[in-house]
């Protein structure tokens, strides 16, 4: 081959190659949120940088659309989305085309649940995508798999009717968490406190404890080289070996009153485990080694989280502290200590999630704020009002995109910096 000829193919490989590099570059920076608090369950945004401040008006909205009853958050994987909603009588799932809103299948089942508070009759536990499939948890304790391409229903469980499990206070409000094959769940049940079921099958592979449920999501972490599952049930702390359920320790943190719950899910780092819960409760940070826990400080006046759970960054707790029902404070504070560094009174209740060093603070009456995520001080940098109140769902935030709902909207803004 002449070099001329040889070389404009050689440069066309090399243009070949430097547009599927960058191809990759661009998925490998790109962030789905396939359940709750985002890919690690830990709150932390890696994906496309997003804005540092929008105006009063608020970050461009995509698209917003009617939704039905649920305090459940949407996950995303791809371009699609997953809600988990009550439309009328019937708990649905449904996928939607995340960039655009339009639905692309729905799941539905139907459910007798009601509320003895008055308060929101769906489902609470956001659901999970793992696997090609759709794991979701609703108000009355049915466990579903479900083909995330399809919409069609793999398996279901009536958890509260097989592990003998109480209705609770406010429903089942657990979001399971997969590991390897199995559908992890605090059920609550009298024989059955945490299961775990096979992903493809949802047969049960394993109960542990008889700890009634709490609305805490657990985690799978791995703590002093040891694979760990760590669920925070309404008695308190319970890790287990996830491929048996093995218990391999515990450590009681709950309130002394008997109307009450444990909310916020447990934060795990290298060796310590941190919980937090309201009602008098307050946080305790815990030691682990050689299959003990010992407490390196606690008490009720660092971070009482009710139902957000706090975002760690850089050593540092961001979170809400107090009864939702009695104004919040948004608070820093330092983990290793429990020192409060900050703190803004009378802030409400909300969610936070941190992209970079900016706090993404969605607050209870539906605004979006954005801060700097530093132990020094809090300002706001932006913040504009989304949606009407009450929101009380995680939003998702999926390559540069936010999505939130209030009780009877779901909406998509477009944070993408630029």
């Not at 309201?278 to 006046?301: C, F, I, Q, R």
């Not at 502290?321 to 608070?331: P, S, T």
């Amino acid at each position: 081959m002449p070099f001329h000829r040889w070389l404009r193919v050689d440069l066309r490989g090399l243009r070949a190659f430097v547009v599927a590099f960058i191809g990759l570059g661009s998925v490998a920076v790109a962030q789905d949120w396939p359940q709750i608090l985002g890919p690690n369950r830990n709150g932390i945004y890696t994906g496309p940088g997003i804005v540092s401040s929008f105006p009063r008006t608020g970050p461009p909205q995509i698209w917003i659309r009617d939704v039905g009853a649920g305090f459940s958050g949407p996950a995303v994987a791809g371009d699609r989305l997953i809600l988990f909603h009550r439309v009328n009588n019937r708990e649905t799932v449904e996928a939607m085309d995340a960039l655009t809103g339009k639905t692309a299948w729905t799941f539905a089942y139907a459910t007798a649940y009601r509320d003895d508070f008055g308060f929101d009759e769906g489902p609470r536990a956001v659901p999970v995508i793992a696997g090609g499939r759709v794991f979701t948890h609703g108000a009355d304790g049915w466990l579903h798999g479900i083909d995330f391409e399809t919409g069609k229903m793999l398996w279901s469980v009536d958890t509260r009717r097989v592990f003998d499990a109480p209705k609770g206070y406010f429903g089942v409000a657990s979001s399971p968490v997969v590991d390897a094959n199995r559908v992890l769940v605090n059920v609550g049940g009298k024989t059955g406190g945490i299961v775990a079921f096979d992903a493809g099958t949802g047969k049960t592979l394993w109960t542990a404890t008889s700890d009634e449920p709490s609305y805490s999501a657990p985690i799978v972490a791995d703590i002093n080289r040891q694979h760990t599952a760590v669920f925070f049930t309404r008695t308190g702390l319970v890790a287990l070996d996830p491929s048996n359920g093995k218990v391999l320790y515990q450590h009681r943190w709950r309130a002394r009153m008997a109307a009450s719950v444990n909310a916020a899910m447990p934060i795990v780092l290298n060796d310590q485990i941190f919980l937090s819960s309201s009602y008098g409760t307050g946080a305790v940070l815990l030691k682990v080694a050689n299959n003990t826990v010992t407490p390196v400080w606690s008490g009720d006046e660092s971070m009482s989280n009710h139902y957000s759970t706090s975002v760690l960054k850089d050593g540092y707790l961001y979170g809400f502290d107090g009864r939702q029902e009695f104004g919040q404070a948004l608070r820093c504070v330092e983990l290793a200590t429990g020192k409060v560094m900050w703190n803004v009174d009378g802030f409400g209740a909300g969610s936070l999630l941190i992209a970079g060093d900016t706090l993404v603070v969605t607050r209870e009456s539906g605004e979006l704020a954005l801060a700097p995520a530093s132990p020094k001080a809090f300002r706001f940098s932006a913040r504009a009002q989304l949606l009407k109140g009450v929101v009380r769902a995680y939003p998702a935030l999926a390559n540069g995109r936010y999505y939130v709902r209030n009780e009877r909207q779901l909406a998509a803004f477009d944070l993408n910096r630029r």
